[in-house]
């Protein structure tokens, strides 16, 4: 039997060759768990039920999908089909180490073996340490060993596996459900990708052709189609990063360089996790731990004008409405938003953190949780809180003719060039019915420094 989780394709995928490796029949079986589709927003399920849908289609329609706890759902679901072993990719995640761990000794209680093989990731969290076997907590170090560890070529394509009919699994009282489970109804104006393994490939085929040559000096342009857009396929596992690497490997320049780093990120961050899993939730380093953060009425409107993009800071709220818009924001985008909710209106990195995670459909634990606290200084190799990002000089930088900002802020469509980034100095003043800023930037700066500066742990 093999259980897919977030690996859902059929190439390079070492936990399907493991379960098809003696030729026998093989059930695929995708458990629809609460305790993860909860978090999750419209945007992400919507995405992932595609995702099964054209894994399902690629399987001849022969994925089992079932709803409820792994640990309840797969020893009947081995029983109905006589299965001996079931196959799955590691999970370095704190709910995924815990509910794997269910899974195993519930199954071993019906003389079911686990069968673990590979992760989501070129090298399994946990793998890459220093030479006294310590982790590591700084980047470049990291990226280094991570090189030097290495990983397997990707395998070829996949040989024939005879899939079982999930109708010989009906003898357990478990229903199949169909990917319309999980799926969420989304405004037709989301933007999303298009789901599935075939157009991962497709969408990567054509960044390597286009995109990559550019990469190092696009990638923090906003306004420009600079980046892959890959997150999404690698958060559920449509493509494996070790197949893009095998890519990048082929490929000279600073691009390959900068984009096998920028992969080497996600690594590092569920690396961080997987030794610290209590860094998903809370700061990693306490060096913010009891600061003063705002509350009440006012926090709670700056909280809200943040999260609908109406802020008055035409770069931030670009970004935000772009992620209620496509389900994504630009890395730089997403680093300037975080910076202004915790230094601009003074609240912690965590409500961010959550309202990120059900909004992307690229949400993803470690990288969102760590890319959060690279901002607010709390994480590992993160920048140090008084790193405060200024919204108007950033947007002006790399938004620098204003596209990117008109194309998300319909209100401030008709001002010309990078005039677009401060509204209040136009002559006609703000457009109709685009906000005020809500806050003093240079106040606020000022202001987080000086708690910061006041923290107990500063004392
Ligand atoms: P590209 O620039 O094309 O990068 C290629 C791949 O490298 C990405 O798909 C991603 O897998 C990886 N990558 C790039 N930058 C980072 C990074 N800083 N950290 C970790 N991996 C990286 N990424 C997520 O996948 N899920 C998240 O939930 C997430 N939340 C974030 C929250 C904040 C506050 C910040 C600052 C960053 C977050 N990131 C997250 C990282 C990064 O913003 C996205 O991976 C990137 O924007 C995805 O777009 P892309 O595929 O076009 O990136």
């Known amino acids: 039997m093999l259980w897919f989780r977030r690996d859902l394709r059929l190439h390079d995928n070492p936990a399907l060759q493991a379960a098809a490796a003696d030729g026998r029949p093989v059930l695929a079986v995708f458990v629809a768990d609460d305790a993860l589709l909860e978090p999750s927003g419209a945007a992400r399920r919507h995405f992932l039920a595609g995702s099964l849908r054209a894994l399902d289609e690629s399987l001849g329609g022969s994925l089992f999908i079932a709803h409820g706890k792994p640990w309840t759902v797969l020893p009947r679901l081995a029983a109905a089909v006589g299965a001996t072993e079931v196959h799955h990719a590691a999970d370095a995640m704190p709910y995924g180490r815990r509910r794997d761990e269910g899974v195993e000794q519930a199954l071993a209680g019906h003389d079911v073996t686990t069968v673990v093989t590979g992760s989501p990731y070129a090298v399994t969290p946990g793998r890459v340490t220093k030479n006294d076997g310590a982790p590591f907590s700084v980047f470049t170090p990291f990226y280094r060993a991570w090189k030097h560890h290495g990983w397997r070529a990707p395998a070829g394509p996949p040989g024939t596996v005879s899939w079982i009919d999930p109708a010989d699994a009906s003898s357990t009282s478990l229903r199949r459900w169909t990917a319309d489970l999980l799926d969420a109804e989304v405004p037709g104006s ?3 990708p298009e789901p599935g393994e075939d157009a991962a490939r497709a969408h990567w085929t054509d960044f390597l052709d286009e995109g990559l040559a550019d990469y190092d000096e696009h990638r923090n342009r906003p306004d420009l189609p600079g980046t892959s857009r890959m997150s999404a396929y690698l958060k559920w596992g449509a493509v494996h990063p070790r197949t893009l690497l095998a890519d990048l490997a082929r490929r000279r320049g600073d691009g390959a360089e900068r984009y096998r780093s920028e992969l080497a990120w996600r690594e590092f961050y569920a690396d961080v996790v997987h ?16 600061m003063q953060w705002d509350s009440g009425a006012e926090a709670d409107a700056h909280l809200q004008a943040w999260q609908q993009g109406r802020t008055g800071f035409p770069f931030v709220d670009a970004g935000m409405r772009q992620l209620l818009g496509e389900g994504w924001m630009h890395n730089r985008v997403r680093m300037v938003v975080a910076s202004f909710l915790i230094k601009d209106l003074h609240l912690p990195w965590q409500p961010g953190a959550r309202h990120f995670l059900q909004h992307l459909v690229d949400g993803d634990l470690s990288s969102n949780n760590h890319g959060w606290q690279w901002v607010a200084g709390s994480g590992s190799a993160s920048a140090a809180f008084y790193r405060v990002f200024n919204p108007i000089t950033q947007g002006e930088k790399f938004d620098p003719s204003g596209d990117y900002v008109r194309r998300w802020v319909p209100e401030l469509r008709d001002v010309p ?17 685009y906000p005020e800023p809500i806050v003093d930037h240079k106040a606020e700066r000022e202001e987080a420094l000086r708690r910061f500066a006041a923290r107990p742990s500063a004392a």
Not at 275 to 290: E, F, H, K, T
Not at 417 to 433: F, N, T
Request: glycine share 12%; no cysteine; aromatic share 6%.
């Open 190 to 192: 989301l933007q999303l």
């Open 275 to 290: 030794r610290a899993p209590r860094s998903a939730r809370w700061s990693l380093d306490p060096v913010i731990d009891g």
């Open 417 to 433: 060039g990078k005039a677009v980034h401060q509204p209040w100095l136009l002559a006609d003043g703000i457009p109709a019915g």
